[in-house]
């Protein structure tokens, strides 16, 4: 019992130094507690600040196809980035017949993620946009092929490579094609080529349905 006296105050003066030395050794266990309200709001990312404002500032004015409107027939090829391979071998091939598009009064839009080529004429970065918010693909989409008609309808809408022939035909089964092509077999050849702006109500009467 005396024994058991004379060790007490040596356990009681190691006792706070032993503790001390614990609290010490991981000061995550110290460090108060974050909680949901304090916590910071994670950090936006600018790249992704920037598409969000450019996507939702997009100008249906700056659309170009506004001005195609009873003049000309739009062909819109919308690909990843100019890599693509059905990109490559659909310019190729459209190379190959463009007295075939001029035939149908056609025009060449190319877009290739943000930046676009009219007719071998780059476009302003507000064009592309609007072209590409007008026809609903977003950035990255499949290669995609649209045909709009000079009335400002969509007549076709194909993913992937399409044969110049096809599209050449459902342009040929139009109305107002089948129009143009009886008015320029009866009619010898002038130096200038005026477009004119039927009625509404006679023009392409059909439109492409998904």
């Known amino acids: 019992m005396s024994l058991l006296l004379a060790l007490l105050p040596a356990l009681l003066l190691s006792s706070p130094v ?14 108060p507690a974050e909680t949901s309200t304090g916590a910071p709001p994670p950090p936006t990312s600018p790249d992704t600040a920037e598409t969000t404002m450019t996507a939702a500032n997009v100008d ?8 195609e409107t009873w003049n000309r ?11 693509d391979r059905d990109l490559e071998r659909q310019r190729e ?3 190959a017949t463009r007295g075939e598009m001029q035939q149908r009064d056609m025009t060449l839009y190319t877009l290739m993620g943000t930046r676009g080529i009219h007719d071998g004429v780059p476009m302003s ?38 044969s110049p022939d096809q599209i050449y035909q459902v342009i040929d089964n139009m109305p107002m094609r089948q129009r143009e092509a009886s008015q320029a077999a009866r009619k010898p050849p002038q130096g200038t080529d005026e477009h004119t702006s039927p009625d509404p109500l006679n023009d392409e009467d059909w439109q492409w349905e998904e």
Request: net charge negative; hydrophobic share 45%; aromatic share 4%.
């Open 18 to 31: 032993h503790a001390i030395s614990l609290l010490d050794s991981d000061a995550d266990l110290n460090a």
């Open 60 to 67: 249906p004015a700056a659309n170009p196809l506004l001005g």
């Open 73 to 83: 027939r739009s062909l819109v090829l919308i690909a990843p980035d100019e890599q």
């Open 93 to 95: 091939e459209l190379r």
């Open 125 to 162: 970065f507000e064009e592309v946009r609007a072209l590409r918010d007008a026809m609903q693909l977003r950035e990255g989409a499949p290669f995609t092929v649209i045909l709009m008609g000079k009335d400002g309808g969509k007549k076709m809408q194909q993913e992937g490579f399409v």
